[in-house]
C-alpha cells in the first residue's frame, strides 16, 4: 500500500480528522465525567452560602432538597423554603431586574409573615465605582430591604428616591438601584400571590 499516496486522498484527510475529533470528544466527555460530582458540590456549596446570607437562623430542613417550582411573572421560580418541626417558616428565591449594564440577579428571602430576611445580588454587570454599590462589600445600602413588607413601605413608595419612593439611589447610577427596587418588590409581589403553595399550606383561593 502506497502510504504517501494515500494521505494526499481527500477522504483519507477527512478520516482522519473525523478521528482527531472523536478522540478529542471521548476525552472531554471522560473529563467531563469524572469532575461533574465536583462541580456539583461546588454548586451546591454557593448557592447554600447564598440562602445563608438571606436567611438567619436555623432551620431543621435541608434547605437544598426542600423546594417548589411556581410560575413567576418571567417564567418558572425556584423557590427554597426553611422548616422548624415541619412548618414554613421563609422562603428564598432569585429575582431578576434589569440594570445600566443588563439583568441584575438577586436573592431575597421572605418570613412566613412577609417580611424581607435580606437580599444579596449574586450576579450583575454594573459599573465598578458606580453601579456596584448594591455589593455588600461596597456599601450598606442592599441592607435597606431587610424587615420591609408590601405594607412597609406602602406599594407607592417601593421605588428609589428621585422616583418618589423610600429607597436611595446612587449619585450618576440611579438604573442600577431603580431596577434592584422594582426586582425585589416583584418578588414581594410574587410571594403574596403565592404564599399559600409557597407555605405549604395548600392552596386556598
Request: hydrophobic share 40%; glycine share 12%; charged share 25%.
Amino acid at each position: 500500500m502506497n502510504f504517501k499516496k494515500l494521505r494526499g486522498e481527500i477522504y483519507y484527510q477527512a478520516a482522519l480528522l473525523g478521528g482527531v475529533a472523536l478522540v478529542t470528544t471521548a476525552a472531554l466527555a471522560f473529563a467531563n465525567k469524572l469532575t461533574a460530582g465536583d462541580i456539583a458540590a461546588a454548586q451546591a456549596r454557593d448557592m447554600q452560602q447564598s440562602l445563608i446570607q438571606v436567611l438567619p437562623g436555623k432551620y431543621d430542613n435541608d434547605l437544598l432538597k426542600d423546594t417548589v417550582v411556581l410560575n413567576g411573572p418571567n417564567g418558572e421560580v425556584t423557590v427554597y423554603r426553611a422548616r422548624n418541626a415541619g412548618r414554613v417558616e421563609a422562603v428564598v428565591f432569585k429575582v431578576t431586574g434589569n440594570g445600566y449594564a443588563g439583568p441584575i440577579d438577586c436573592m431575597m428571602g421572605i418570613d412566613r409573615n412577609g417580611h424581607i430576611t435580606g437580599v444579596r445580588v449574586i450576579k450583575h454587570k454594573e459599573t465598578p465605582g458606580l453601579g456596584d454599590k448594591i455589593e455588600p462589600a461596597k456599601s450598606q445600602w442592599i441592607y435597606a430591604f431587610d424587615g420591609k413588607s408590601l405594607g412597609d413601605p406602602p406599594a407607592e413608595k417601593w421605588a428609589v428616591k428621585k422616583d418618589g419612593g423610600v429607597f436611595d439611589q446612587f449619585a450618576g447610577a440611579t438604573i442600577t438601584p431603580r431596577g434592584v427596587v422594582k426586582a425585589v418588590k416583584g418578588g414581594m409581589d410574587f410571594f403574596e400571590k403565592q404564599r399559600s403553595k409557597l407555605l405549604d399550606e395548600g392552596d386556598k383561593s
